[in-house]
């Protein structure tokens, strides 16, 4: 199966995931996740029409954005969808256009900081860690609508981004729990949509859903899914 073909399988899955749920297909988002994958591969994802890509590690994108920039025939919008250390903040405002994995107040200062620096508007969704799984980064959102404290510092902390200069703060982003069953990845989604309805802000982006479960979050309301192995393979 070439490049061309899996994301044609993946739209035609993402259309039917839209037609189970009353979704139109253009209100999702398909961001190609081409982590570990080699320039050549990259360009046949945008020459197969597609325009946004994502990025986990800094190191990594910044050698292949500016190549893969340089001999794309149109324009591409990258997505950071990885955890930031401090130290590599400083390079994500330039390469990226969407930071999709602020997980922290203390990211969003310094990212705010940066991005009013070099005088610009830098867009970010805000990542939850819903599922409560320690290995996840995000800010804390376990069990959001049970948890009175939590909740209330949780809001603290998203109305305390929101305040923050030169950013735009377009929506939230989760990750599911891996490989659990579905009812409970199908709540970890539906958590993340609840919350970003209970937070009186204008937050339209919900960026959840991957290889193996983007459907289930197309039916829980995901405007962004991040697809990477149903395109590429495994990955080494
Ligand atoms: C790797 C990755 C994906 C894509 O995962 P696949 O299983 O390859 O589709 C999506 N989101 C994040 C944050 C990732 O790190």
Same mark, same amino acid.
């Given at each position: 199966?070439?490049?061309?073909?899996?994301?044609? *399988?993946?739209?035609?899955?993402?259309?039917?995931?839209?037609? *189970?749920?009353?979704?139109?297909? *253009?209100?999702v988002t398909l961001v190609?996740?081409?982590?570990?994958?080699?320039?050549?591969?990259?360009?046949a994802v945008v020459?197969?029409?597609?325009?946004h890509l994502g990025e986990n590690r800094v190191k990594e994108a910044a050698v292949k954005i500016p190549q893969v920039a340089a001999a794309?025939?149109?324009?591409?919008?990258w997505h950071m969808i990885g955890h930031i250390q401090s130290r590599k903040?400083?390079?994500?405002?330039?390469?990226?256009?969407?930071?999709?994995?602020?997980d922290s107040l203390r990211l969003a200062q310094r990212l705010s900081r940066l991005a009013q620096a070099s005088e610009r508007e830098l867009p970010i969704l805000l990542e939850i860690n819903v599922s409560g799984e320690a290995s996840k980064y995000g800010l804390t959102g376990y069990n959001w609508y049970k948890d009175a404290a939590l909740r209330e510092q949780l809001w603290r902390e998203v109305a305390a981004i929101m305040a923050l200069p030169s950013l735009e703060v377009r929506g939230l982003m989760t990750m599911?729990?891996?490989?659990?069953?579905?009812?409970?990845?199908? *709540?970890?989604?539906?958590d993340l949509s609840a919350l970003r309805d209970s937070l009186d802000a204008d937050l339209p982006e919900l960026?959840?859903?991957?290889?193996?479960?983007?459907?289930?979050?197309?039916?829980?309301?995901a405007t962004m899914i991040r697809v990477g192995r149903a395109i590429f393979g495994e990955r080494k």
């Open positions: 199966m070439s490049i061309a073909d899996n994301i044609q *399988r993946v739209q035609e899955r993402i259309a039917a995931a839209c037609a *189970r749920s009353g979704r139109n297909p *253009r209100e190609v996740v081409t982590k570990q994958q080699p320039v050549d591969a990259m360009l020459a197969a029409g597609l325009q794309a025939t149109q324009p591409i919008t903040a400083k390079q994500v405002a330039p390469l990226f256009d969407l930071v999709q994995s602020v599911a729990p891996f490989g659990a069953e579905e009812q409970a990845i199908r *709540r970890v989604f539906a960026s959840m859903g991957m290889t193996d479960d983007f459907p289930i979050a197309i039916e829980e309301g």
